[in-house]
């Protein structure tokens, strides 16, 4: 039957290990490809005719984009877990700060964080100078900024969050990948079918790229090789199941 297949595929991925799901709705690319290693002409006889082909190596490998940045996408390449509610420290600023003049007559802006005892004032022309903090005041050294200007404070805060550790000794592990998409039927446009695309044995690339650049979302992306699973012949399979035509959910 001739389909039209117009849409990216929703995604289920499950990691052998432990069974854990990452799925997405959200997919901008899924795709799969195909090479041989072997493919070779075999050729003899008077005149060095064709005789055969010599096939083999079956290679599979698939390609994910998804439109969101998602931390399962780094912690499938890293091979690590996501830390929920891991600590860390990290670099905190404090921009726009108001420099006044406290009482003492001394020229100070006020800041967050009370606990904090040392951080970095940076002034209007970007020097940077480190100074004490106390009670969340921090008093500006004589000639870094003048009452009235403004100037950032930098500080090391713990912070809370999801972490995912890039651990030199730890690579991507193996998962399952199921790719479901919808294809229409060309003569009257209606949704006919699913298809599943079931990839058993993948292991995505350790390779792994995030460019942070002003008005460009970031869209991880991550490869696949696929593999038979253990004790199989079978990488995985296509599969085309028929739309229930009275069913009226979103496809």
């Known amino acids: 039957m001739k389909l039209l297949v117009i849409d990216t595929a929703d995604v289920v991925m499950k990691r052998k290990r432990d069974g854990h799901k990452f799925v997405t709705a959200e997919a901008q690319l899924t795709s799969i490809s195909q090479t041989l290693g072997i493919n070779e002409k075999i050729y003899g006889g008077i005149g060095n005719k064709p ?9 599979v490998t698939s390609t994910l984009r998804n439109a969101f940045y998602d931390q399962e996408f780094l912690s499938l390449t890293q091979g690590v877990e996501i830390d929920k509610d891991g600590t860390a420290t990290v670099n905190k600023t404090e921009k726009g700060l108001t420099v006044t003049k406290n009482e003492n007559g001394e020229l100070e802006v006020t800041i967050s964080n009370i606990a904090v005892t ?6 209007a022309k970007g020097e940077l100078k480190d100074v004490e903090a106390a009670s969340g005041k921090v008093v500006i050294p004589d ?7 403004y100037v950032s404070v930098i500080y090391l805060e713990e912070v809370t969050g999801d972490i995912v550790e890039l651990d030199a000794e730890k ?13 229409y039927d060309p003569d009257t446009n ?5 298809i599943y695309i079931q990839l058993d044995h993948v292991v995505p690339s350790d390779e792994f790229e995030m460019a942070l650049e002003n008005g460009n979302a970031i869209a991880p992306e991550v490869n696949f090789e696929c593999m038979a699973a253990p004790n199989t012949t079978s990488i995985g399979r296509i599969i085309e199941v028929e739309r229930d035509n009275t069913d009226t959910t979103t496809p």
Request: charged share 30%.
């Open 51 to 59: 005789l055969a082909i010599m096939k083999g190596q079956k290679e």
């Open 118 to 123: 040392t951080v970095t004032v940076r002034n």
């Open 143 to 149: 000639g870094h900024a003048k009452e009235g200007e």
């Open 171 to 183: 690579f991507a592990e193996a998962y399952t990948l199921e790719y479901h998409t919808i294809a």
């Open 190 to 194: 209606a949704v006919v079918k699913d």
